[in-house]
């Protein structure tokens, strides 16, 4: 079982950058490593959504369309914290972020909500025009 808490959301400007972060803190000797990570949104009124996601024991990422390009998702296994590094944000990009966590190899499908198995609580962020 892993707890995820992040932190670092906040209100920006259009064009702005905010990073976030997600520590993770796996129990029963379980390397957090050993965990597929990611982020995912959900704005008022919408489904949440994949924003992107990480296996560091193969440096595999993977982003949603939307994002590439202008997020960034890095992992600190030392720290095991995860990060999503958001540039050029958008007002569409205002939503509650969470972090997400599944054991093992990011599995197919890994947009899908119901892949994941552990979230954490959320941090909004707010991007205005």
């Known amino acids: 079982q892993v707890q995820l808490v992040e932190s670092g959301g906040g209100s920006v400007q259009a064009g702005g950058s905010l990073r976030l972060s997600c520590v993770a803190s796996?129990?029963?000797?379980?390397?957090?490593?050993?965990?597929?990570m990611g982020w995912f949104r959900q704005a008022p009124g919408k489904e949440r959504e994949a924003v992107a996601a990480?296996?560091?024991?193969?440096?595999?990422?993977y982003y949603t369309d939307s994002v590439k390009g202008r997020f960034t998702i890095s992992q600190d296994n030392a720290k095991n914290t995860l990060y999503l590094q958001m540039n050029s944000l958008k007002p569409e990009d205002t939503a509650m972020y969470y972090c997400?966590?599944?054991?093992?190899?990011?599995?197919?499908?890994?947009?899908?909500?119901?892949?994941?198995?552990?979230w954490g609580q959320g941090t909004q962020v707010t991007v205005s025009s």
């Open positions: 796996a129990y029963a000797s379980r390397d957090v490593r050993s965990y597929c």
């Open positions: 997400a966590a599944v054991n093992g190899f990011c599995p197919n499908y890994w947009y899908m909500r119901s892949r994941w198995a552990y």
């Open positions: 990480i296996y560091s024991a193969a440096t595999s990422t």
